[in-house]
């Protein structure tokens, strides 16, 4: 596609439903990301992904996040049992090669707001 | 532990003068730094990078500025124009490493 798209744009959940995050990454894409951006910070990492292979998961910050994109496209984000701390902005990001130094080409991300 | 800050949470400049925004980081193993802009709604876009090797990196009206011994670096849009106001985020990482850390942001603001 065109872009890193990310769906729905906004969510609402009460506190204690699950939660799940698309995000449709730039075709042929081979890493993923996805941040958390708390309100007025800047986007925090919570795991990343090559093709299919979830290789870092290092700040995802509980055992409810969950994410999975397993056949190396298309990626969700699931949060279980959703909690206040949880609202934020989830952007998705993906680069064409791996490593950090190629720039990362993001979505314009899901808010969601715990209630 | 923010290892990457950006302490001035807004800036407001003239249409056709210099924006200079700064960030400072803490982590020394930081080799690689990147600059994001941000409009509403939409996600943060790739505007510059720099590598530790090098101390200024220019693309048109951009340059980024490496101070290594004082683990600083700075943003110089040159002359600012309206379309320049968005947010700005400062980012670093390190090696290949997968946890690219971001500052806070500027919120930039260009008066015609």
């Known amino acids: 596609g065109a872009g890193v798209s990310q769906s729905p744009r906004y969510k609402v959940a009460k506190r204690g439903q699950d939660v799940a995050l698309r995000c449709d990454p730039i075709s042929g894409h081979v890493s993923l990301f996805w941040y958390q951006q708390a309100l007025g910070q800047g986007p925090e990492f919570l795991t990343y992904?090559?093709?299919?292979?979830?290789?870092?998961k290092s700040g995802l910050p509980s055992d409810r996040f969950f994410a999975e994109r397993p056949e190396g496209s298309v990626s969700t984000l699931k949060i279980q049992r959703t909690q206040q701390e949880d609202s934020a902005v989830y952007l998705c990001a993906s680069s064409q090669m791996t490593g950090l130094n190629e720039k990362l080409f993001f979505g314009s991300g899901t808010q969601l707001s715990v209630l | 532990d923010q290892q990457v800050k950006q302490n001035s949470p807004s800036l407001s400049v003239q249409e056709g003068r210099i924006s200079i925004l700064n960030c400072d980081y803490t982590?020394?193993?930081?080799?690689?730094f990147l600059w994001y802009k941000k409009y509403p709604a939409e996600g943060p876009t790739f505007l510059i990078s720099?590598?530790?090797?090098?101390d200024k990196n220019e693309d048109g009206r951009f340059t980024v500025f490496l101070n290594k011994s004082a683990k600083h670096l700075s943003l110089h849009i040159v002359p600012s124009q309206p379309g320049d106001s968005a947010v700005y985020f400062c980012a670093a990482t390190w090696g290949n490493n997968n946890d690219m850390r971001f500052g806070a942001g500027t919120r930039l603001t260009v008066k015609p």
């Open positions: 992904f090559q093709n299919e292979a979830q290789l870092d």
């Open positions: 982590n020394s193993m930081f080799d690689y």
């Open positions: 720099i590598s530790s090797i090098k």
